[in-house]
């Protein structure tokens, strides 16, 4: 029996997660390594408005009693009237795992209607067909140009500087909670990984007044924030020779910030921000420590558990085999 809770959380939060699902989808769809059948998942999921199953909120799976676990259904909309599997074949699609996925559908998930979307690389037997037409489902074709095509970015400015970025999203509501937090003071925050810390110190970074460092412990975090903050000069092995001291702002591996002490920052943000600082630490008018696992109190936190009750992680089921 779901809690009244999450029902009346469910009520009024069906729309602001699927807002939140839209833009995971128009940012998925950006992702050069997105494999095709991914691909046509979440351009599945923004044409009929239907949520990935392993997107799926805990409040949905607790009242209709299922798990994200695959077994046959790829999208489900949240009233659970409609499913939908997604199939990106060369060639001929089984009629076997049609009438599984209807079955599952309408037994299993109860749902009203059955979806299946293809890519026009796919071919349905005959029998499929006829399944199709006992069992009043529907299939739609999505054409290869349309879901191996990325949206188009959106331009946003700053300091007369443009970015590209995939889609300026509405803010979480715990990412506006944070950078009210900031505004109030919050100096050291703990947010659970995957909750947005970066969208923050990019917020943050287009209200500073004057130059700003991204501090990371890697030469990984390093190419990722570099997509976040393309008009920012980065500082690290291979880039050392080349510092653009003129630059809006500078991402910097910890090993590398010394190269940056005769700057004093208007921002630093230091990310993994539970380890300690970097010799020779270029010094700043503020500085944000952000990590998933401070050891120190934090000035504001957002853990994992709160992220899963939103909706803005995923729940987990743990498998534990048995052998006898």
Not at 156 to 184: F, H, M, T, Y
Not at 187 to 205: D, F, P
């Amino acid at each position: 029996m779901p809690s009244p809770h999450r029902v009346q959380w469910a009520g009024k939060g069906a729309d602001a997660f699927m807002q939140r699902l839209r833009g995971l989808a128009y940012e998925a769809l950006t992702w050069a390594h997105l494999s095709d059948w991914q691909r046509l998942e979440w351009s599945a999921s923004l044409l009929l408005d239907v949520v990935p199953m392993k997107e799926l909120p805990p409040w949905f799976l607790e009242k209709h009693n299922v798990t994200r676990r695959d077994i046959g259904v790829d999208l489900l909309d949240l009233d659970g009237a409609r499913a939908v599997q997604c199939k990106c074949y060369n060639g001929t699609v089984p009629s076997a795992q049609i009438r599984h996925f209807i079955r599952v559908a309408r037994w299993i998930f109860k749902a009203q209607q059955c979806i299946l979307v293809t890519s026009s690389s796919s071919r349905l037997t005959n029998s499929s067909a006829e399944l199709f037409t006992d069992a009043t489902a529907r299939h739609l074709v999505i054409s290869d140009e349309q879901f191996k095509q990325p949206p188009a970015p959106v331009r946003v400015a700053r300091g007369g500087s443009k970015r590209d970025i995939a889609l300026q999203q509405p803010l979480r509501p715990c990412q506006k909670a944070c950078l009210e937090a900031c505004a109030n003071g919050a100096r050291v925050i703990e947010m659970a990984c995957g909750s947005g810390k970066t969208r923050v110190m990019r917020e943050l970074a287009d209200s500073a007044i004057g130059q700003v460092l991204v501090l990371v412990p890697s030469h990984i975090l390093l190419s990722q924030f570099a997509a976040t903050f393309p008009t920012f000069c980065l500082v690290g092995t291979g880039y050392n020779h080349d510092i653009n001291w003129r630059s809006p702002g500078f991402v910097a591996v910890y090993d590398s910030a010394h190269l940056l002490s005769n700057i004093t920052f208007d921002h630093i943000y230091v990310d993994e921000g539970h380890h300690l600082l970097p010799e020779e630490c270029p010094t700043a008018r503020l500085m944000y420590y952000f990590s998933a696992t401070h050891s120190m109190q934090p000035d504001f936190e957002y853990s994992m558990g709160s992220a899963i009750e939103d909706g803005v992680l995923c729940d987990y089921d743990v498998s534990i085999p048995i052998v006898t």
